[in-house]
């Protein structure tokens, strides 16, 4: 149980196009998906949290209008990347959690590596 | 001073070791604590979960929390060299993260030598 899928995998674009992620919770409803992006030998960092229904709660310093999150379902959560650009270039993770369910903590999908050349 | 401090090695031992990765955090508010595993370009996977002071046993993984300390601790028995992957620790204030995500550790790249 608890398994979380991401899609693609991983992906190249040029720069100044659009990427989407999608995040899916595939054996249960997560009522709230977060977005974590990962660089080289570094630690996870939260990007934005989502409920479902409601607009995304970003952390501080990343930009809502860059990385537009959609949580429109108890299962799926999607991420675009706008006009990407090298520095975006990372590792993007997702995690889901059954909060209002009872779940005690999130499950990780598997990544999705994002290079801008 | 960060939130969350971990060695991030790498730490290398023999197949068979008892291994012992440590975290220490400075938010007192931190009430749930959680042990990931995480392989190389993969996602994170769930090991242990906890949220009171004290040892949760799991198969060959122990977890210890130490609140008054602000330390936790995972103990791997009979070390593989398939858990040789990155251990991240990470901590939140309500369960499952709430509204505020999980707190991460750096994580410590573990080497199970054959």
């Known amino acids: 149980g608890a398994v979380v899928s991401q899609h693609p995998s991983w992906v190249i674009c040029k720069s100044g196009t659009s990427v989407k992620i999608e995040c899916r919770s595939l054996?249960?409803?997560?009522?709230?998906m977060f977005w974590y992006r990962q660089f080289p030998k570094q630690s996870l960092m939260l990007m934005a949290t989502s409920n479902e229904g409601s607009k995304a709660t970003y952390e501080q310093g990343v930009e809502k209008d860059k990385f537009l999150i959609n949580h429109a379902s108890l299962t799926l959560s999607t991420l675009t990347v706008t006009s990407a650009h090298p520095e975006d270039s990372s590792f993007y993770i997702c995690?889901?959690?059954?909060?209002?369910?009872?779940?005690?903590?999130?499950?990780f999908g598997p990544g999705t590596r994002l290079l801008v050349l | 001073q960060k939130e969350v401090e971990q060695d991030p090695g790498p730490l290398s031992v023999p197949e068979g070791a008892i291994v012992s990765l440590n975290c220490t955090y400075s938010n007192s508010a931190f009430q749930y604590f959680m042990w990931y595993r995480q392989y190389s370009r993969k996602g994170p996977e769930l090991l242990m979960y906890?949220?009171?002071?004290g040892n949760k046993e799991d198969g060959r993984f122990t977890a210890q929390v130490d609140k008054s300390s602000k330390y936790i601790s995972l103990f791997i028995r009979d070390s593989q060299p398939s858990d040789s992957a990155t251990y991240l620790c990470a901590m939140s204030v309500r369960r499952g993260g709430g509204a505020d995500g999980l707190t991460f550790g750096k994580g410590t790249h573990l080497i199970i030598q054959p």
């Open positions: 906890t949220y009171s002071s």
């Open positions: 995690s889901a959690a059954e909060l209002a369910g009872g779940g005690e903590t999130q499950y």
């Open positions: 054996d249960f409803q997560a009522t709230t």
